[in-house]
């Protein structure tokens, strides 16, 4: 049987990557693994990632999911980009994320959970606002219901469904603070099947990601994941990262583990700020439920710190913590790459 086989990759965009994808028509088996999709190639000169003169790079498929658009049968494939020696992409950091997983990170048995907060745009202004105008203040709109309140929800429910049907590790959604802003949660739920793996978690996120954008399409919207996508008195974009290593979810240990990680991070907050994403020091301003970027601070069910730790995980004496730093635009493979590595305590 001929199936639809949409590679999906990460371009070399600077400051802040794109998502490109491109159809190949494969004879698949039913419930294919990565391994039996065809390694491919592409123009590397039109994704900023090499010189027309040598430009061919390489799609090494890694995660599969089926495709919610085209239904059953075909399949979306998230892809790692190679060099034409075969070897990762400058711009590939999923391999980092492998070589800090392999060099004794997967040992700490680290999940990592995200909340992507990203805005609705329909021409020049976000979904639902006055032309080249503003809505009234912030306060209303946050977790809202009703059309003066909530802009885009038709969107976020087909996204939503697209999330499920292929098989993605969807935690949850919401409205955000922002009008025509929104939020969608990816990472451990609890459920017996599911696979808590750092990797594949972050796979399913860009997964996510480029469902976001295709899903658009066909509402005529445009997601976008600006840090601070409007000046002054307006919420920003962040993406929550919550973090837990084995230790930290023993009840033995928890509390002692949380407190060690914490510490550490303190040591390296210059370090992750520069792996968040690109336009930090505009959202981190210490307004808007975030810690300035100069300063790192920890508390429990602080909103203004740069580490959150969650009331019940403090009762609870176990549990996870949250990085409130990350932006919107950060590259998640980066930002749990840097929590293994500070957390965890890895040496390359
Ligand atoms: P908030 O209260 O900050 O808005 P959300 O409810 O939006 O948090 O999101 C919670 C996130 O925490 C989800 O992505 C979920 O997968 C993640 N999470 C839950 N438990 C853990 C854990 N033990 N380790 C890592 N991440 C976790
Ligand atoms: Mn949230
Ligand atoms: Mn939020
Ligand atoms: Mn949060």
Redesign the pocket.
Known sequence: MANCAEYIWIDGADPTPRLRSKTRILELPENPTPADFTPWNYDGSSTYQAPGKDSDLGLQPVYVACDPLRGPGNFLALCEVLDAEGTPHETNNRARLRQVLNAGGTQHDPWIGF?QEYTLYRGRDPLGWPQGGYPGPQGPYYCGVGSRQVFGREFVEAHTKACLDAGLMIYGT?AEVLPAQW?Y?IGPRGFKGDDNDPLKICDQHWIARWLLWRVGELFDVEPSLENKPVKGDWNGSGQ?ANFSTKDMRDPRKGLKTIEDAIASLALTHAAHIASYGAGLSERLTGLHETSSIHEFRHGIAHRGASIRIPRQVHEKRCGYIEDRRPGANADPYLVTMMLIKTICKIAL
Do not use: A, G, I, T
Request: no cysteine.
């Open positions: 909340e919401n939020e949660q929550h």
